[in-house]
């Protein structure tokens, strides 16, 4: 049959570009799927763990992983081809599953989950004995559609400066080289009541999936994960790395998948959703526990330009008594070229006793690098002559594993050896084909033009995947290189797997408006359901000023932190930024450290400080939970369906979300006080609307006040105060405020006890860095509160590591709402040494 040759420009490498690539897809029609039935079941193969079947046109194969993870494939190849996707890790163990067949279907079972196969059609449905119904297919379960792929390359190339790095333009053309894929629509019956979350960071200010098209791919401000989960109690894993499509339209209720050469996917069953991430990350592997002080606030902005600035940052920290743990280093700290993992020497004349000296303060340091390597040194040159660089002529190969390693050993001998602390890896998609125009592109045309520059350099059946190669490559070597620092990684991208590589992600370069800080609460909740728990952004946007030349630079601040607007917009995002896993300030623009917004006693500079303060005193709280989250498959920022899953009021609330199992953050994202260049906003009311979710009662944590949960009510908001309520029987561990993790590791802690219902909750502690943890050295401990009883129980110390606090003085209060908040009234003091203690508290007043 004849090929259809489509034309497709490619965007990616310069507005004024003048070639354009004719790319041949050929589109395959399948005739004979037109025939009758043709996923029809025509036998069955039992075997221990499952059954594989011969359908009408292809084969179908499910196997049970384990009592709760089913893996389904579907291929109309001859025979199944191996995952090369580097998304599932390898494993042995099977779960023995009973195959039965009875009215005209397959039944494949394993303790209580149970998966039906309609012999007609080849549908599935998958079921649970105690919770019923889960999901299904329609009676058309999935279209495969053939595609042949030529493969293209990128020829005389030349390097174009733009505002997010070195750009190359030049000629696409075709290598004569082809290959054979599908494309498949994966149908579904979703019920009318579920809703569905997950795919990733995206920018639309969409929670719940549900009646939406979503383009799932990699790009500045959109992360792309293949997992979406249900509030049905279930999740889906697809094992491809191609481009994504989720429809929820008229169109239908599908999923596309593009490129791929089985249709390749794991349902999980939860039903909880902590359940459906840890079936998730059994899959693919657990995060790492992150270093004590990346939960510490991080101080970066575009750009310190020497080490001089970077210490006398630190230094201002210290002297105004601000707590900080990280300094970042943005890019165009190298010499001439593009990337290259050297120091300017006129800039940075001494890198180690740059990084000695903020040691000596306390803080660490992150470093920004990229994937992209150019100019006249020997990395580039080294790189191109093993034939380690992407067809683009600037993009190291991450997928790789050489040239990971020779990528990591620039890294290692020019920067880690002097001190560096942890990583920054910036514009990890690689490609940006829309980064440029004065005008921003629909949804669709956005995504037809990344698409097509992705395919042209990346690949069609791997574009998607290159930050986790890319991570991979980080993490493994420089465990290689020392245990003694946690990898930390802050990437613009990632993927199903990534977590198990020490990441956090970020959304990108946003702009500061208030409608952008309203969407990354979404953006953030949507991610880290997928399974991958560190996730964060730029706290007041990374363009503050607005241009009329480029559709990206779209802040509505002129006059940066002068305006008096633009001060309220960060400290709002200051206040939600403070409950994200990493409390991260950056940006452009303008200077973003916190005395730029003010001076002590005036309103911004002492909010911010609060909120600063704030984070500091939770780190016995954040540092558990984050133990949690490496332990025990946790996840730490949480859409409220992980803790109400049954209380539909919840399913698509954007702007609250859980940190842990006891605070409900409800960020503010509307002005109050001033609008754009510093006006005066009159008569704005000072609240803002919250659920509380039911089935508890909820504490106002600044007041005290207790309130009856299925309720919405309306909060007072000043600019001070972020409405933030704790769940009836929380237990919440505070320490004192700190100028850096690292200090006073044994001071005095405050337990807050928050009553009307039992709790409990598991204290983590280690050594804060290194992998020791990893063979068992860290320490846990439980504490938990009897109603009925008025009785707080510490337990046991299960657990020790070196150099752990042994004996520590804590300081029990039982909260309610005629005490202070900020310094509560002690009920009972007991010396913790790692024995159980049972303290009886008699009154609820406290006394």
Known sequence: MKALTKIIPIHQFHPKQKIIAAATLAILPMTSLA???????????????????????????????????IRVRVTQNPSFTASTSNIVLPRDVETSAQVNEQDGAVIISAGELQIKVDKKTSALSFLSTTDGPLLSEPNSPRKFEAIEITELKLTDTKEVATIDGGRVEGEIVETGKTTKAWSVKHNFNWADDEAIYGLGSHEENVLNLRGSLQYVYQQNMKIAIPVIVSTNGYGILYDACGEIQFND???GSFIDLDAIQDLDYYFIYGPELDDIVAGYRDLTGSAPMMPRYAFGYVQSKERYKSQDEII??????????????IIVQDWKYWPTGWGIKQFRERSYPDPTAMCERVHELGAHIMLSIWPHIKGDHPEPKDMAEKGFMLNNGKTYDAYNEVARSLYWKYTNDNLFKHGIDAWWCDCTEPIEADW???????????RDINIASQRATLGREK?????LYHSQGIYENQRKTSEEKRVVNLTRSGYAGQQRYGTISWTGDISARWEVLEQQIPC??????????YWTNDIGAFFVKPSKRTWFRDGIYPEGVADLGFRELYTRWFQYGSFLTMFRSHGTDTPREVWQFGEPGTPFYDTLAKYLELRYKLMPYTYSIAGQTSHNNYTMTRLLAFDFRKDPKVHDIKTQFMYGPALMVCPVVTPMYYGAESTELKDVAKTREVYLPNDTDWYDYWTGKKLTGGQTITADAPL???PLYVRAGSIIPEGPVVQHTGENLDADWTIRVYPGSDGEFTVYEDEGDNYNYEKGQFSTWKISWDEAKQTLSIGERQGSYPGMVNSRKLNIALMNDSMDQVTPKVAKTVQYTGEAIDVVIKSLSGE
């Open 436 to 446: 440029t125009g004065k005008t921003k592109l629909s949804p669709k045309e956005r």
């Open 720 to 722: 001070e105060t972020m």
């Open 463 to 467: 574009l998607n995947s290159y930050s």
């Open 524 to 533: 953030g909740l949507n991610f880290t359901v997928t399974g991958s728990p």
């Open 249 to 251: 339209t008229e169109e």
């Open 312 to 325: 006398s940052i630190v230094e201002e920290y210290r002297k105004r008594k601000l707590p900080l743990d």
């Open 35 to 69: 025939q009758s039935a043709p996923n029809s079941v025509k036998s069955v193969d039992a075997r221990s763990n499952g059954a594989q079947m011969t359908l009408e046109q292809g084969k179908m194969d499910i196997s049970f992983v384990s009592p709760s993870l």
